[in-house]
């Protein structure tokens, strides 16, 4: 009779193909630089009326440059932070398999938002742009999470339940808490979401998309 090898004796007969890669890291640990970039971004909104009138419409609770100063990458009062967020974008898109000179990696929009307690950001993708991310000026261990949404869950049209534990193949969802110094990148086409923020203390970001674009066309 055949010698046959049991399942359970080679952990490694399973492995992932096609994983999305989502960057977590921490940007920085200096206390007084975020501070002085929660001032930035509080200034930019209070520049801004127009702003915050779209955003009572849009963005409720909360404020987002988005729709109104959506290019704080120009702005030399955020030259330090668009330096570090091109070098861990560029980190992450040669990780992906991206050449990153011709034509370079490079911010489309940059811009602030401040998440106060009730705002809640609904289930999107970031369109025409290859990495999308924000970077954490002000948060805390109960500040809203953003989560991702697995991008094959369209596929799954079989779903006999009866499973017996989380996995990496069976996650649905994927989800981040923000901390203070964190930045956060994913490509621009995973769905993801940010939860409704119960945290009296307004949460701060800097969010942005990269793309692979020319310097004059941006
Ligand atoms: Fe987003």
């Keep these: 009779m055949a010698k046959f090898v049991t399942p359970e004796n080679n952990k490694k007969a399973v492995f992932p193909v096609f994983p999305v890669p989502i960057y977590i890291n921490r940007l920085t640990d200096d206390r007084e630089f975020n501070q002085e970039l929660v001032q930035k971004v509080e200034t930019l909104r209070n520049s801004d009326p127009e702003g915050v009138e779209i955003c009572k419409k849009e ?16 702005d030399a009062e955020f030259s330090e932070i668009t330096e570090q967020i091109l070098r861990h974008g560029r980190f992450f898109a ?15 929009t940059m811009f ?3 998440t106060s307690k009730g705002c809640h950001h609904e289930l ?3 369109r025409n742009s290859l990495i999308s991310g924000t970077y954490y000026v002000s ?16 596929f799954r049209m079989h779903e006999p339940g009866g499973q017996t534990g989380q996995t990496i193949f069976s996650n649905l969802e994927f989800s981040v808490q923000p901390q203070s110094g964190l ?4 490509p621009s086409f995973l769905e993801h979401r940010v939860e409704m923020q119960q945290n009296d203390i307004p ?9 692979l674009i020319r310097d004059e066309d941006c």
Excluded: C, W
């Excluded at 930045?183 to 994913?186: K, L, P």
């Design 183 to 186: 930045i956060v990148m994913f």
């Design 94 to 108: 040669q990780t992906m398999g991206f050449s990153t000179e011709n034509p370079p990696l490079n911010l489309t």
């Design 112 to 114: 602030g938002t401040i």
């Design 203 to 211: 949460r701060v970001g800097i969010t942005f998309n990269l793309d």
């Design 59 to 74: 963005y409720r609770n909360g404020y987002t440059s988005f729709f109104s100063l959506n290019q704080i990458q120009k």
């Design 139 to 154: 948060a805390n261990k109960t500040s809203s999470r953003i989560s991702f949404l697995d991008p094959k869950a369209g």
């Design 124 to 126: 999107h993708r970031h």
